[in-house]
């Protein structure tokens, strides 16, 4: 019944930022972990940073690590993603996924029940 709406993509400059917003239609905090992903054009999608509610656990791929940053709002009921200084390799469609129950760290696709439709974030060098 989770349904996401990503949204904040679009074209920006090496060494910009973006921040990617995720909407639930329902209590997002009622999920076990919200998680952000990405795919680039000919690869497989992969986790880009997790947050757990309780205790509010985050995790970060390697790659974006003191770049990006990943946060919840309750009162908003979103999920954001903020990301600094852009890189052309992080050029991709973003996903907002959801899942209801998990182990932490929950990184892989296969363990999201709720999917977004996708923004596209295109990094310019």
């Known amino acids: 019944q989770v349904q996401l709406v990503e949204s904040g993509g679009g074209l920006v400059q090496a060494g910009g930022s973006l921040r990617l917003s995720c909407a639930a239609s329902g209590r997002i905090f009622s999920s076990y972990a919200m998680g952000w992903f990405r795919q680039a054009p000919g690869k497989e999608r992969e986790v880009v940073a997790a947050?757990?509610?309780?205790?509010?656990?985050?995790y970060y791929q390697h790659s974006v690590k003191g770049r990006f940053t990943v946060s919840g709002d309750s009162a908003k009921n979103m999920v954001y993603l903020q990301m600094n200084n852009l890189k052309p390799e992080d050029t991709a469609v973003y996903y907002c996924?959801?899942?209801?129950?998990?182990?932490?760290?929950?990184?892989?696709?296969?363990?999201?029940?709720?999917w977004g439709q996708g923004t596209q974030v295109t990094v310019s060098s």
């Open positions: 947050i757990r509610w309780s205790g509010s656990n985050t």
């Open positions: 996924a959801a899942v209801l129950k998990g182990s932490w760290p929950t990184i892989y696709t296969y363990e999201y029940d709720y």
